[in-house]
């Protein structure tokens, strides 16, 4: 056997020997990736709160879009929606008295009890 033919003899077991290799290790890679992706904690589902500037005078749409409910929603759903936007914003819990005024004032837009800018800021 010549001395080229006895190298390429050696070469392609060697190739073949690598390709395995790597074809192990990216399974081993890929199969980390799956477990890591799996156990990590599912990413909860926030709702976003109005985060525009407030206008001089607050309209009804404005007030629905700071309690995240429909401009025509009923009595109950506005407070529900007030309770839940202020246990958020309460100013006993870190909150601003300035959003919690303003998300006040949105309940009684909404309510139809607004006497004008009561806010206030």
């Not at 006895?6 to 020997?17: M, S």
């Not at 199969?31 to 589902?45: D, E, I, L, Y």
């Not at 005078?57 to 401009?71: C, F, N, P, S, Y």
């Not at 759903?77 to 004032?105: C, F, Q, T, W």
């Amino acid at each position: 056997m010549s001395k080229k033919r006895e190298n390429e003899a050696y070469a392609t077991p060697f190739l073949a020997g690598l390709a395995l290799a790597a074809a192990a290790l990216a399974g081993r890679y890929g199969v980390q990736a799956w477990q890591a992706f799996k156990s990590r904690p599912p990413k909860p589902r926030i709702r976003k709160f109005y985060e525009g500037g407030f206008q001089p005078t607050m309209t009804k749409r404005e007030a629905a879009l700071i309690l995240g409910i429909r401009e025509n929603a009923t009595a109950d759903k506005v407070k529900e929606a007030h309770r839940r936007v202020m246990v958020a914003n309460h100013p006993d819990a870190g909150g601003s008295h300035y959003l919690a005024s303003k998300i006040n004032e949105a309940k009684d837009v909404m309510l139809g009890k607004t006497r004008g800018n009561e806010s206030p800021f």
